[in-house]
């Protein structure tokens, strides 16, 4: 049990007002799949500027933050070559054109500086191999900050670290979340957890808000504790058109020409203002969706069900705290309970 709760259930437009800032360092949360669009999308819409973005995998959501403007510095593992080695990249124009700066780093070694991040260290160890990369050896921005090396203590060897990486804010999209913001995840993961817990703020985007009791039911599936999440935003396909484990799968069609757009000259642009910045919110842009291509093409991306088995959470050790909140043995609540320590001190005798 803990302090009364309060909702944090807001629209898009609301929580990225208040959470997403000009300058600010930004993560997306996901991992290749579940991408957060329907928060992205509305990061453009308010022409965020002048931002720094971590991504494992930068994919559509890079692609478009950087041919909005709203980026001038990537940090990523990787990044999807839209058009392919011809062009048809924003990301490749843009660095070609001084307008973007990308620092490179490894699938192990991003992750190491978002695990120390969330871990609370300055710094992280990574493999030595990394010594003999150009990704160790080429810096850009962050110049000497990229990597550092120690002498390890107990081996003397020379020992290549990361530095933390504390995001301003992360943008995460998921199955499911409560008012409250405890926030369920299935499917790969990839830095997803470590990119919430390291960001100072956190935004969730879920396809459905579901009642406390579900996420109580299994907790399994939580991957980010509500007391770190600052907004909830209920968006039906968010994600769309990348694919979201148990709700539907990835649109090629519309990643498809999303691509034909993106080879044009010009043509991202003409796409943003079709498909974001003339459409007020994500419910208008799957309308327009139905518009274009038909409601049988977006349902068919539609999972299939596959469920897994349920799983028996029940111990025969009895609760602490009963069903009224109150603690059993002292008939106090947890808030009567928490003063009463701080009153007596740790040990309080009846």
Known sequence: MG???????????????????????????????????????????QKKKGMTLFSQSGNMDAEILVGGGCIDRMVSAFVHKWGGRAGGSMISRYQEAGKLEVEDYTNFTYNAMLAAGAAGFSYMQVLPSIMDTDVFHQRGFMGDKKFGVLTCPFTGQKTPVVPAANPDICLLHVQRADKYGNAQHWGGLGSTVHACLASTRIIVSCEEIVDHEVVRSSPHHTIVPDFRVDAVVEEPWGAHPMELPGYYSTDMNMLGFFSHFNSLEGGMAEWLEEWVYHLPDRASYIQRYIET???QILQGCQARPYYSAPTNYGIGMRSLW?????????????????????????????
Not at 10 to 37: C, I, K, R, W
Not at 328 to 338: C, K, R, T, V
């Open 3 to 45: 302090r009364p709760k309060s909702s944090k259930v807001m629209t898009a437009a609301q929580a990225v007002e208040q959470f997403v800032h000009d300058g600010d360092t930004m993560v997306v949360g996901n991992y290749t799949e579940a991408s957060p669009l329907a928060l992205i999308f509305e990061v453009l819409r």
């Open 293 to 295: 291509f038909g409601n």
């Open 322 to 350: 009963n069903a009224e909140g109150k603690n059993p043995g002292m008939n106090l609540d947890f808030e009567a309970h928490e003063k009463l320590i701080l009153e007596k001190g740790d040990l309080v005798h009846d």
